[in-house]
């Protein structure tokens, strides 16, 4: 039974993770915070029938836990990542702060790192990609959710050298609960219902660097003279609570047939639980993934040869987040990689 | 032309009132408030296409002001009523500051009255009912949203005396803009989408004292040596951005069919623009109302003699607020009743 | 591992099962019927992961089959219970069909039935009030969507004789999955979005017996004497896919507080899993049980001593339907009620 | 007063059109057809006040009408069309049957023309770019709800001549509506709710080449040589009843600015009533044009020099569809072009 702790236990990625966990066989939760409410209960912070009691961070009893899981922000994360480390646990981190594996492209980002040291200690949490190193680290990054879906998308093509751009369009929308739990105005209700809207569009987001980060990595592994990768990345705010879908504007080598793509997929993805791509015709709609670990994939021709839409599905809260935390914890803890994350 | 002055602009009920006069021949905007937002366009805090510039509120011009709409909380009305009144402005308070003709009631339910001396200076703006004390006052107090569609359901029948029960079952069902615009975490829309929930059941929502004053002002013409009428009440927050439909329980005389009650309605409301009588068999929904100034009205058998279910539907922005406000501001300077309220 | 057939698996009901069987530890699908998609795989029917493919009914191999599950229509189901039951298989009706005990009230309902022979031999599935006959049962009918939340709110203050009506108003709002996955003009998405209604309101919707046969089952236990009880019932349609609030108003003995009641419903339901009593001050929401088994119930004075208002909150598909149909099999074979069940 | 006719009346376009012409003070409607509901009132088939009584389509009374849409079906359209004109009436067709000038092509895409003579006979009536010809027109082919933004956008870049691709993405969402009234599974509310998912992308929605017709006509007033211009087009089904947000991904000539952009198309749209550009710094969102006759045009830098993200929203039951036959109806009759669609 593995002890858990989560510090930022009462945002949207903490609540899923309080959910999975409770289904989950092999562990119990050590701890739970919120600065915020700490003393409730976690039903009276959302309605659910989850009775954990929270607790300030400051008063999270660290010793004797196997692994903690970090849903607090960026800049708070890396302290705690490295105040876990200390006390022997071993940690998944949500946040974006040990994503970025160059320093100075996470000042650009985000400003100051909050524990340099710890720049580059931690393997990427792309489950699928990284598995043997997460097998074996203490310390893992968890993806950021807009990246999950594109990367998974994009990564058996350049592993196979067959993307001819050196600029990708990602048109990405995502439901609301990846804005967070804080209300905002762009957060009401009667702001995002009945509506839709483009932010940060073009090079902005803060998840460019990091899809452009490992698209570049992979990249290197098929075409080691390669370029830099640039992505013209789109966010879009949904209507709905969760789920991500990411349409992808690629060109390949004009030989390379729907056909082609959907069996490089398969067979890059063949046993993979929580890869699920769809028969060349059909398109992946958030609904494939919903309250799912799953990433669907899909293809269609953009009308000419060499020319192709990808569409990636996840949802933002389990693959994008907490889903695929667990994911990593049970590959770093030698259980089986499907604990808890089966729909 | 009359020249409007608007406080409180940038709530929803400003909002949807500054979209209402821009579609009315006869008004020209001379001011509109907004403490948080004085001195940004109308289009940099909503999304449209309105150039309004907001100032604030200490800063509205009200001299050469016809009349004023205050779109203020309950205790910010009030005085901004006396002080336009005194400016010779006549006033449409949207708030609950003078709906409320006695003062230890508007005490028990909304603490220390602002503005005593107008206790009861206000005519009550349920325009069907009021309609000629309307067009003789300065000042109007604009019916809560919720009573309005409950008591325009009622009062025909309580005027003709066929309500046997001192005890009226409404629920209540409203969409968030009825909240406010005001980001909280229970109008976060991961709160609200996908869900339905009650609150302030039975006697406990500060319409109640409202529903029930007018309700008992009614019943007295009708029977007067009648008990106090009380009313249960349950609102619940409905994943929409607008309209409330109200689920009434009543027992009336056994003679009454449901085809005598709908005559009743038709009678009584012949030749009203803005209320709508539904056929026997049809049952009101928001989308009869929303985005119009009408009330629907719809009437089915519960089962027993002289029991019914009245079904009332409104759009708690239009009828239930600014647009019932402009309704009243044509009856007060003797405009056409319906000018820029046509759907 | 039990061998489980369903027929009418392609409706929501049936998509729910086989959602809830896929993460059951114990059961292995035998077949999986839909006369409409026969032939074609679950994944290519609705968007998900699910591989099964479906056969026609009249070619469902029972032969092996420990339960079978009737997702079917009322009419369709009866007769197929029959042959299940001739096949050895035990049973679980989610129709309508085996519901009621009187012919008669069936006929005034539903019309002839279709197979008498059956009549009152079904052990009627609301698994907390009957958990021990559903125990001994090879034939259950599982409750409707409405009635299993009304009647786990009203149940315990039937038993405990104290309530003091013999009508009872229900005013419930229910998700549009519960109208079926057929297409119509009503649960077309512009139809439903942004609107709300309500429908056959008042003793006009076919669970009004159902909920009185079992109220007053209930009454009987604890006031012999009593007269019939006569619900007034009013659904209304939400723009949500999932859930089922109930808003019940309720008389009881004056000397009844709202936590006497609460202590009641504790005390009765104390070690359910799948029934949560809100604290007093808390109301239930669909949030508290969309995508969960459980029944949430709340109370709040309705401002009058003995008046109350209950809210109870289901999930129609899991606890108003597929999970309650899981919860009784679990019952039926001997199995941990809570198998594939916990959320 | 006009008298206007309408075909397909209670189509969603239809519905939308007779709102509009019910607030146009120089129209009264002559007849509105429907088959499927011919001798109804209007407020028997949606939830309204509209007490139009349909008619059958063979019977509508197109003597002394002056003007008649078609909301009608592409195949169904055109042969109305020439029994409107010779009737002596002018036309408006908001179906595809009349915008593609050349009838190959037509072909490809539809299938064999209903009405031949009538190929290339009307203005394509995007009214801000051939008001000219709209206004000598007596046959209007109204412009599909995708093309309308999309050109938009573009057109005044075509017309400089600066735009540098040959491929231009793109990707685009729209609400149910556009998806028709009809109830299919895929607009079944349970398939939208919560969902967006991508259909016929790349190049085979029928409005690429449309789109394609009339972007190649702009550039070839500003770049006569020209090569064949090409739409990759990807339309997602949005979980909203009604909007239109596209998102387009273009090259121009790298001295070209963000402000550059913005200004070409204040300049071009200059005094237009129903195109509104935003500052640069906000991008178009479905809020912006909802229930209007808008379109919103935005532009952002995608991250390199004279690369750009443009961001179009349209109502498109209203500049998509019903509001625009309104605007082009007004030109073709010397009315004033905004009367009854200024929100």
């Known amino acids: 039974m593995l002890r858990v702790g989560i510090y930022g236990a009462a945002g949207y990625a903490g609540r899923e993770l309080l959910g999975i966990l409770s289904k989950h066989p092999d562990t119990e939760v050590a701890f739970a915070t919120s600065d915020t409410h700490a003393g409730k209960l976690y039903a009276d912070v959302y309605p659910c029938a989850m009775d954990y009691r929270l607790v300030a961070s400051s008063e999270a009893p660290l010793e004797g836990v196997d692994v903690i899981f970090l849903c607090t922000p960026h800049g708070v994360s890396a302290p705690l990542a490295a105040k876990a480390l200390d006390a022997g646990a071993k940690c998944v981190d949500l946040s974006a702060d040990l994503r970025l594996k160059d320093g100075a492209v996470y000042a650009a980002w985000y ?74 105005e762009t957060t009401h209700f009667v702001s995002v219902h009945d509506n839709l809207w483009a932010y940060k569009v073009g090079h902005a987001h803060r998840h460019v660097p990091e899809i452009e980060q490992e698209l570049q990595s992979y990249r290197m592994l098929g075409q080691p003279a390669a370029r830099a990768l640039r992505v013209v990345f789109s966010p879009h705010l949904l209507p709905v609570s969760r789920g991500i879908l990411s349409t992808i504007y690629i060109n390949v080598d004009p030989s390379w047939s729907e056909e082609a793509i959907h069996d490089l997929w398969c067979q890059v993805y063949a046993g993979e639980p929580f890869v699920q791509v769809l028969d060349v015709g059909r398109l992946a709609s958030l609904a494939h993934v919903v309250h799912t670990n799953r990433c669907a994939l899909s293809i269609a021709s953009a009308g000419a040869p060499g020319e192709y839409v990808l569409v990636a599905a996840i949802d ?9 935390a667990v994911q990593n914890m049970n590959i770093m803890f030698g259980l089986a990689e499907t604990l808890g994350l089966l729909d």
């Open 316 to 324: 933002n809260l389990v693959k994008g987040a907490s889903g695929q």
């Open 111 to 184: 400003g100051t790192h909050p524990e340099p040291a710890l720049l580059g200690k931690a393997v990427y949490g792309l489950t699928e990609i990284y598995r043997e190193q997460i097998a074996e680290a203490s310390l893992v990054a968890n993806p950021g959710c807009y990246p999950t879906g594109v990367l998974l998308a994009l990564w058996p093509l350049l592993g196979a050298g067959i993307l001819a751009d050196d600029r990708i369009i990602v048109d990405a929308k995502s439901g609301v609960s990846g804005a967070g739990a804080k209300p905002t």
